[in-house]
Structures are given as C-alpha cells and as structure tokens.
C-alpha cells in the first residue's frame, strides 16, 4: 500500500530531511496533521512557524524558547522576522531538532533574492542537526530552480470520498451536543452525506 502523507513526513524526519516542500489545499490543517502525528512527543519539540504578518512564533512551549534562542546571536527583535529573508537569518542559528514551518513563501522569493540563498543556507547545518525547514506552498506553485535540488517535495492529497463522509458524521455529532441542533444527533441520513460528499469533490 501507499504511504499516507504523514508517514512520508515522518520517515524525512527520521532520515534527518533538512528542507522540505509542502504542496497543500490546507496549509493550517496540514501543520495540524504534521504536528499530531508526532503524538505525545509534540509538545516536547520545537516546532515553529512563520508568515508575513505573525513572523517568526512558537507553536509550543519550546518552540517558543527556540525563537528566544535564536534571535540572540544576531539581536534581531521578534518584530524583525515578518521579513522572510531575516527570519531564515535567524532560523540559521537553530541548535537541533527545530521543525519550522514556513507559509506561503513563493508569494517572497520572486521578489526577495535573498530568501533562496537563506534557504540554501539552511541545508547543511539542518542536516547536521536534526532540524528541519517546512515551506508550505499551494498545490499549483512553482518552486525556484536554484533550490529545485535540495528540497524534498511532499504533495498531500485531497480527501477520498470515505474520509469527506467521516467529516460530514463528525461534524453532525458535533452539531448534536448543542440544544438547538438536537436534530443533528440521529446523524445525517445517507442522501445528505452523498450530496455533501459530491459538493466538497466538486
């Protein structure tokens, strides 16, 4: 059988894969995915993240003291990290184990020549590490030639027709526990999960 997504995620991570490329519909429920199929070892990791308007943030608690870490060698302030190429500057000072997950950087790099060669930068000292970056791009983009070869290239799949059913149960029992959707608690009947399903397919 196949390998799912995050089986492909987890084996980069246990080989030590320093840079990877996300191709996804969902960037916010994939790093939810990558994250919990680390289970109960996430919160003990240092997962990041950064995006145009947050910079560079935590996701747990030693995420957070990476971040702190980080930013010393070079004095940058938190603030600074919204620009991409600093934070990749700063992601440089990472010591191990850091797993960065870095959103929409192709609306960047056309722009900023300085990100590709921050993300050069980063290939061997992450693989010396254990540490890994995670650029999260939409299904359709482009990666840049120069960094073509040294990225690994992760698609994940749009949900099967068995998994859109799950979701649409799931969210009816959900629905079920508030007074006012009482009716949601007998579940939807199989026509509604058919044209449900046919809907999120499109």
Known sequence: ????FTEQFLEARMVSTPLVVVRTHDPFATTKAIAAAFGTKKEGLPFLSWDAIN??????????NAVIDMLKPS?????????LSVALG???????????????PHLVWDADKKVIQGIMNLRDDYKANGNMAVFIVGVGDDLPSEIGQDVLVLEVPLPTRDQLAAIVKNMYAYA?????????KKGPSQEVIERAVDAGIG
Not at 77 to 82: D, K, L, M, P
Not at 90 to 104: D, P, R, W
């Open 1 to 4: 059988t196949s390998k799912t």
């Open 176 to 184: 079920g526990e508030e007074k006012k959707f009482s009716a949601c």
């Open 55 to 64: 910079g560079l943030k935590g996701l747990t608690d030693a995420g957070a």
């Open 75 to 83: 004095g940058t302030s938190e603030a600074e990290t919204v620009d």
């Open 90 to 104: 700063v992601l440089s000072q990472a010591t191990e184990n850091v797993i960065a997950f870095v959103h929409n």
